[in-house]
């Protein structure tokens, strides 16, 4: 699909009446949320990248952590069950979840439970044992202790001071506007206890480029602010933030960085050459400009 017809599609249901309520059974029926197909990427792609970088902070089966951004499927929060964590918190500031989709995700990881990512939070008995567990239950966020709260203001939490070991998000934080992430970070430092983590993969590359192959992750660079503002929305709303701005305010907001993964694209690198690229995008360097995905790791 053009990708500005989708974000005319998108725009106007973001101001209509059930227009969210309209975006996800277009996804479900049209789109990403078709079949299987999304639970297994997300899978793939994500979670595995998210459990190696869980593994050596040292975590134990009691360690609270808590996802930011709950999305369509609890691919990831489902994982970390089966990885034996029995503290799991996700929050979503929309209520997309159903037990339908639970039960779903939950299926679809059935043929993930060998994956080496696995390895280093129990033997292939004990992950299949937990899956065992929970696809027998009738309430399956309750068995695996995952408490999913939506609506919720990331921002502005009733967990305690202090109380959580991992924060943790995937895919967010490109959707979410620079003061409101100011002030989820500022809230993340107070949630954490001393010596606590986040973890944050970051999807920074235009993603209209997923509907329409005509365009690349850094099509979206070469729009000011305020023509992109005719293309951006509520329902996919995209910051635009380069790698290095979500580790300095990051750093800004007393987290420690211990490690920031992100590759600029050769193809990429090629491309802006020919590009006119926005003034709000001159300063970065080209590396930035060409680095799509972000994994970092802060500790308070």
């Known amino acids: ?11 106007s249901l973001s101001i209509l009446p059930g227009g969210c309520q309209c975006n996800h059974f277009l996804q479900r029926t049209l789109g990403q949320l078709r079949g299987d197909a999304k639970a297994h990427q997300v899978f ?36 970390l069950a089966l ?9 979503d500031i929309i209520p997309h979840l159903s037990p339908t989709a639970v039960r779903r995700t939950l299926i679809a990881l059935q043929s993930h439970l060998n994956d080496p990512c696995f ?16 696809i027998s239950s009738d309430d399956i966020l309750a068995a695996a202790n995952i408490t999913y709260i939506a609506p919720c203001d990331a921002t502005s939490t009733s967990f305690a001071s202090g109380s959580l070991d991992l924060i943790t998000s995937n895919n967010v934080f490109e959707h ?15 949630l954490l206890r001393p010596g606590g983590h986040l973890l944050h993969c970051v999807n920074c590359g235009d993603h209209y480029a997923y509907a329409d192959s005509s365009i690349t992750q850094i099509n979206y660079l070469q729009f000011s602010e305020n023509e992109w503002s005719r293309f951006n929305n ?17 750093d800004f907001e007393g987290f420690r960085i211990e490690s920031a993964e992100f590759t600029p694209k050769a193809l990429y690198l090629k491309q802006l050459k020919t590009m006119t690229i926005a003034p709000e995008f001159e300063r970065y360097s080209p590396e930035q400009l060409a680095s799509t995905s972000l994994t970092y790791i802060a500790s308070v």
């Open 1 to 11: 699909m053009n990708w500005k017809l989708k974000s005319l599609i998108q725009g």
């Open 44 to 79: 793939t792609d994500d979670v595995t990248v998210l459990l190696a970088r869980i593994a050596p902070l040292g975590l134990s089966s009691s360690s609270r952590i808590l996802e930011i951004g709950t999305g369509w499927l609890p691919v990831f929060p489902l994982s």
């Open 83 to 91: 990885a034996g964590f029995g503290d799991i918190r996700t929050v």
């Open 119 to 134: 390895l280093p939070f129990g033997t292939p008995d004990q992950i299949h044992a937990r899956y065992r567990r929970l």
């Open 176 to 190: 979410v506007p620079h003061g409101i992430l100011i002030d989820l970070l500022r809230e993340s430092r107070r």
């Open 234 to 250: 509520s329902i996919q709303y995209q910051n635009r933030l380069r790698p290095v701005d979500f580790l300095e305010m990051s």
